[in-house]
């Protein structure tokens, strides 16, 4: 594994941490369902890349929007 593809688990586990925080706390508005949005986004293809076909990308990529939006309209 190079540095670059290190660098990039990181940034991608720290991505859907901060995605899932701001699902259990939605008092940080929708920035979280937009990180979550663009980590389910460099996810799938990371996926395929060892052969895990995901069915509907698009509808994975844009759930974490809707759950955050969701989160945030309840807490208010």
Do not use: H, N, Q
Request: charged share 15%; aromatic share 14%.
């Amino acid at each position: 594994m190079s540095g670059g593809d290190l660098l990039g688990l990181i940034l991608l586990s720290m991505a859907w941490l901060y995605f899932l925080i701001g699902v259990i706390r939605p008092d940080m508005g929708f920035v979280p369902g937009v990180v979550g949005s663009v980590a389910v986004f460099f996810t799938v293809p990371a996926l395929a890349r060892y052969g895990v076909e995901v069915p509907w990308p698009w509808l994975w990529i844009l759930l974490p929007l809707v759950l955050a939006l969701r989160a945030f309209r309840r807490r208010r």
